[in-house]
């Protein structure tokens, strides 16, 4: 993960060992970057992956407090990620908060459904992505 300086946290005067650390994984490379953005405004670590296997070495050498991830996704889909990640590493199976354009695919309905997964459909307003990580790592707490 990138130390601190590279990740252009709003307020220098944190503890880096008091933030959070969020992976964002999309495929698509301006809302990515957007979120990324924006959670550093909100005083989270972030990293960025822009599909499911380069998510998946991210997560074999970084702990993550949360993951937002896009399901729809080459090389390897947001749902297959989420079944190899919460198998490496149990701790992030209730840690994702999914967001995809295609929440009314029956079979991606059914995922999200078979593992009560928390999700927003696209486009979403960002601050209820904000407040739903909030409440995620609040309950971790």
């Given at each position: ?9 709003a ?6 060992q008091a ?19 924006i ?12 599909d499911g ?23 390897l889909?947001g ?41 927003l459909a696209?486009?979403?307003?960002i ?15």
């Amino acid at each position: 993960m990138a130390d601190e300086t590279q990740n252009g946290l709003a307020d220098d005067s944190i503890h880096p060992q008091a933030l959070k650390a969020v992976l964002v994984v999309d495929d698509d490379k301006q809302l990515a970057s957007a979120l990324q953005w924006i959670m550093r405004d909100e005083n989270y670590l972030v990293d960025v992956a822009f599909d499911g296997e380069e998510a998946m070495l991210k997560v074999k050498v970084h702990e993550y407090d949360a993951v937002i991830c896009d399901l729809m996704m080459p090389r390897l889909r947001g749902d297959e990620f989420y079944l190899k990640a919460k198998e490496l590493r149990p701790n992030l199976e209730k840690r994702f908060i999914f967001i995809t354009g295609f929440a009314s695919d029956s079979g991606m309905k059914d995922f999200l459904s078979e593992h009560h997964l928390n999700h927003l459909a696209k486009p979403f307003p960002i601050q209820e992505l904000i407040n739903r990580v909030k409440e995620l790592l609040a309950e971790k707490s």
